[in-house]
């Protein structure tokens, strides 16, 4: 499978690791070169994209929600304009903070004690899941959010274990988390045997 990946950070380094693993013809384009970058570059190039993606059959998001550039409510729409082009599956690194953490309750992001300065970055993936469900039904998507514990403080250990659903996670101690080696085996595992069509998925243990 030609997949192309933007980014190369946390996430994006987890996701190139796996693809690569699993044999997949991989283009991983970052802003500067990183151990797992095949190229250098900008999302907001709009050339430099249309040639990276052409011929994909997957286009992958690990961007930042915020950045300098505008962030994903930027990145997202250049991207989205590739898959229309090429036919590409679309899939976007998202949060579980818009999602409640119990059935029927607020979004997490609206609980008590959620970081006030995480907002903007949910605002911007609130924004960035809005834009993909306006998108024509031609483009085929994927939002792929980790569970609430994720991320560089999170301990990872690969197990090869995970769940999904389209709603938060928690594990028999009632916590929600997913490493990002498992979170990197999920959304390779989606990408190979998709069960989501423009839709949102959650990984957790």
Do not use: C, N
């Amino acid at each position: 499978m030609k997949i192309v990946l933007f980014g190369t950070g946390f996430v994006g380094d987890a996701l190139a690791r796996e693809f690569t693993t699993r044999g997949h013809a991989l283009t991983a384009v970052a802003r500067s070169p990183s151990p797992t970058a095949t190229a250098t570059g900008s999302v907001h190039d709009a050339s430099l994209v249309a040639e990276m993606t052409a011929g994909a059959e997957v286009i992958v998001s690990a961007l930042p929600p915020i950045d300098d550039d505008g962030g994903l409510a930027a990145s997202t729409p250049v991207l989205v304009t590739a898959a229309e082009a090429t036919g590409a599956r679309l899939g976007i690194v998202g949060t579980s903070a818009l999602l409640p953490l119990t059935p029927g309750g607020p979004p997490l992001a609206e609980t008590p004690g959620f970081p006030d300065w995480l907002a903007p970055r949910v605002a911007a993936h609130r924004h960035t899941l809005e834009l993909l469900e306006s998108t024509p039904d031609s483009v085929d998507w994927l939002y792929l959010a980790p569970a609430a514990e994720f991320g560089p403080h999170v301990h990872s250990v690969r197990t090869g274990r995970y769940r999904t659903a389209t709603t938060q996670l928690t594990d028999p101690d009632g916590r929600s988390w997913i490493g990002v080696a498992d979170y990197a085996l999920a959304f390779a595992d989606e990408l190979e045997r998709p069960t989501a069509h423009r839709g949102l998925l959650v990984v957790g243990y």
